[in-house]
């Protein structure tokens, strides 16, 4: 839901999208040949779905390494993403001609806490859409200081948003839905996405999208997302806005039916809760980059299982189990911190108001905990200095209290959930063998 549809770029054309019934699905898609780049928004355009492009950055561009990244391109060095700033304008420009425009729209995503040239090199070439956020692409991705990248922030959103100038529209996603990708309780992801949002507001944009990644429990996602829905509303009435929601993000099952059914599982929620936008992920996350194949292939089964859930019989709301009370108090104590939300965030971290379980960041206190209860539900066992200790309640039992092997087993509860349901466990090994990619130093040997 929006509050009036944007006029035109990425968020106009979801709109619209939304408007007519229909479900965006959208790759994590980056590579570093301007011509594989190419080809993989065409195919993406060209899928049987209705989709928006994406061109994700390699590590070096997202640090603000260009030297390292300039050197790899000089040396035709294959890089995990596309160096936009180590390319000159022309080049990304032909990347895109032909390919983006009203009807296909390209996200640039990055992962960077300092992302002031990308913003520059994503405008000179043409484009106005992006996503990250000073908290979420500073606390899970690096070590720089959280004051720091909240400046860069406000600068790069700043420039973002001087494009209303000419009449464009840009657009920002906030990935603060989606703080490390799991055991991060819903009511922190939906805390975090409704700040970040606000905080791109304040900094003059008027197009946003608020994410949310799949978590651990169908029936938590949706109390979750509806949450999310009716905060944004109350926090930003004054901006178009849709939700974006992003397929697990953390373990990924290893067999095809499992992964084709945590993708089916994901586009399903997306529909049911009313969501605008899906990031899909593939059969081929757990083994390697997934091809431009691989992708298409994602993109067209998440747009089958969508509407397949357009025509079931409509899913009754998920019971209150106090995610929005959780999360509006959240929001309502960091904003009470200061006026200047920039300000605010740093007071809240440094107070503990904000506070990501098993996060290392430095200024992230780093004194709270979660596990997954024997519902599959994110639950808190600790909350810190949280303002919640009148509506959390949390779990005293052996089971909230993870230790290291405790942990690495809740890292891969979906992964063998989606897995074990379809196989029995001999079954499984035989599919994960012949799943994963040939040993290039036995077929070596082979060949010798």
């Not at 304008?89 to 009807?103: I, K, N, S, Y």
């Not at 939700?243 to 059914?261: E, L």
Request: hydrophobic share 40%; with cysteine.
């Amino acid at each position: 839901m929006t509050a009036g549809a944007a006029a035109s770029g990425f968020g106009g054309f979801i709109a619209h999208a939304r408007q007519a019934g229909q479900l965006v699905v959208q790759p994590r898609m980056g590579m570093s040949s301007p011509c594989a780049m190419r080809a993989g928004l065409l195919a993406t355009r060209q899928a049987a779905a209705l989709t928006v492009g994406t061109i994700t950055l390699d590590s070096y561009t997202r640090i603000g390494d260009d030297a390292r990244a300039k050197a790899a391109v000089a040396a035709g060095v294959e890089l995990n993403g596309y160096p936009i700033t180590s390319y000159d304008v022309a080049t990304t420009r032909g990347v895109l001609d032909g390919v983006a425009g009203p009807e296909f729209p390209v996200q640039i995503r990055h992962g960077s806490p300092c992302p002031e040239r990308i913003f520059g090199a994503l405008i000179d070439a043409g484009l106005d859409a992006t996503e990250g956020g000073p908290v979420s692409y500073c606390l899970p991705y690096s070590r720089m200081p959280l004051s720091d990248s909240v400046q860069n922030w406000a600068r790069s959103c700043e420039l973002l948003a001087g494009l209303r100038q000419t009449g464009a529209e840009p657009h920002l996603e906030t990935f603060g839905g989606c703080m490390l990708g799991q055991l991060c309780p819903p009511s922190l992801l939906i805390a975090m996405s409704v700040l970040e949002c606000m905080f791109f507001r304040q900094h003059g944009l008027q197009s946003v999208s608020l994410s949310y990644a799949q978590q651990t429990s169908h029936e938590q996602d949706i109390e979750a997302i509806g949450a999310l829905r009716r905060l944004a509303a109350e926090w930003l009435p004054d901006v178009d806005w849709h939700v974006v929601i992003y397929a697990y993000m953390g373990v990924y099952p290893r067999t095809p039916a499992g992964a084709n059914w945590l993708l089916s599982e994901a586009a399903r929620l997306a529909v049911t809760t009313g969501a605008a936008r899906l990031i899909v992920k593939t059969i081929a996350e757990a083994y390697w980059i997934p091809s431009i194949a691989d992708n298409v292939e994602a993109l067209e089964m998440a747009a089958v299982a969508a509407a397949a859930q357009r025509r079931a019989p409509p899913v009754l709301a998920s019971g209150d189990t106090g995610l929005y009370a959780e999360a509006s108090r959240l929001i309502e104590e960091v904003v009470d911190l200061h006026p200047d939300l920039d300000r605010a965030l740093l007071e809240a971290f440094r107070a503990g108001y904000l506070d990501v379980p098993y996060c290392l960041h430095p200024d992230n206190a780093g004194r709270t905990r979660s596990y997954i209860d024997h519902n599959g539900r994110l639950q808190w066992s600790r909350i810190g200095s949280m303002p919640l200790h009148d509506l959390v309640r949390p779990s005293r039992s052996a089971e909230a209290e993870l230790t290291a092997a405790g942990l690495l087993t809740s890292l891969s509860f979906v992964e063998r959930r989606f897995d074990y349901a379809h196989l029995e466990e001999e079954d499984l090994a035989g599919q994960v063998k012949a799943a994963q990619p040939p040993d290039p130093r036995s077929q070596s040997s082979k060949e010798r």
